[in-house]
């Protein structure tokens, strides 16, 4: 089945230390999301990729960066992890700008110790 | 400020009887919406649609209701199952609006259908 496949599941590290979230999948769309989502929040759009475009959304902070070196993956990368970065990251896709649904990935829990 | 807003963090609902689950947007932008229902541990996952320039959309068990002037839509679920149990999202996108057609999501209705 095609699917967006989010690793790990559970991913804890230490304050400050870098961190890398992996997002892939086989559905063969152009754009992809990355979200977060704080308990008992409504998730948050943090940036997307339409194909190698990167939009940032105006309040992601800069300690939030991504990477898509080819079309089926797309990473997160947390530079300096503070406590309050602690959440659920979410992948999503959709097969082009604006197109609906998205079609998510199951999360990766992120805890900070 | 949310631009969509899900009031009810809970809702309770005996097997077979209908569940509405309610959302109230503030942009009139939003010209397209969709509900998605999430189990603990897995992602969102798709349920329903409308675009603006309907009121009622149906599949199966699940309609959908928007109302323009009073920027509100509801999720009808009859009859309601125990497997329908989990939290349900609205989202809302401006497709022509500059947001480059960007989800906003609501912080979700958590639903318990009782046998």
């Known amino acids: 089945d095609a699917m967006v496949i989010q690793n790990p599941r559970y991913q804890v590290t230490q304050f400050g230390k870098p961190v890398t979230l992996s997002c892939s999948q086989t559905l063969n769309h152009n754009v992809m999301y990355w979200y977060q989502q704080k308990s008992s929040q409504a998730p948050k759009l943090l940036f997307h990729y339409y194909d190698k475009d990167f939009n940032n959304e105006a309040d992601t902070p800069d300690n939030f960066q991504s990477r898509r070196p080819n079309t089926s993956f797309c990473f997160l990368d947390i530079r300096s992890p503070g406590l309050g970065d602690a959440a659920m990251y979410l992948c999503?896709?959709?097969?082009?700008?604006?197109?609906?649904?998205?079609?998510f990935g199951d999360g990766t829990r992120l805890s900070i110790l | 400020d949310q631009q969509v807003k899900q009031n009810s963090p809970s809702l309770s609902v005996q097997e077979g009887r209908i569940s509405i689950l309610n959302c109230d947007y503030t942009n009139s932008m939003f010209d397209y919406f969709l509900w998605y229902k999430k189990y603990p541990a897995e992602g969102p996952t798709f349920l329903i649609s409308i675009s603006s320039i309907k009121d009622k959309n149906e599949d199966g068990r699940f309609t959908v209701f928007l109302n323009k002037s009073a920027k509100h839509l509801s999720l009808h679920i009859v009859p309601s199952q125990p497997g329908d149990s989990a939290v349900y999202f609205c989202a809302a996108s401006a497709r022509y609006g500059g947001s480059q057609g960007n989800l906003i999501f609501g912080k979700g209705t958590k639903l318990s259908v009782k046998p």
């Open positions: 999503a896709t959709s097969r082009g700008q604006g197109e609906q649904p998205q079609h």
